[in-house]
């Protein structure tokens, strides 16, 4: 429980998960959805998040090749508390 808090506490975690569990998969979107996180930033958190299994990276072999990501089961399984701070931070607390 310790180390989920202490990654989803750095600055961009949530707001990653939030814009991957609304859909976003390439870093293009995540960028549009996030608005100012810089790249480096936005690199480094889909890293975290991937270390810690709840997003996965896949290399698409098109010309040229592009990455997606997309949330694993276990990053799917925390939709219900993303759902529910997007709720209180509209007032619905």
Known sequence: MRALAA???RRWSLS???AAH???VRFSEFQQSLGSVPPATLTQRLADLEDAG???RRVV???PPR???G???EG???APVLEALTACSRGGC
């Open 16 to 18: 990653v998960l939030y």
């Open 7 to 9: 990654l989803l506490e």
């Open 76 to 78: 799917r399984r925390l």
């Open 54 to 56: 709840l997003v996965e």
């Open 71 to 73: 949330l694993t089961a």
């Open 67 to 69: 990455t997606e990501y």
């Open 22 to 24: 609304l859909g976003a």
């Open 61 to 63: 072999p098109t010309r």
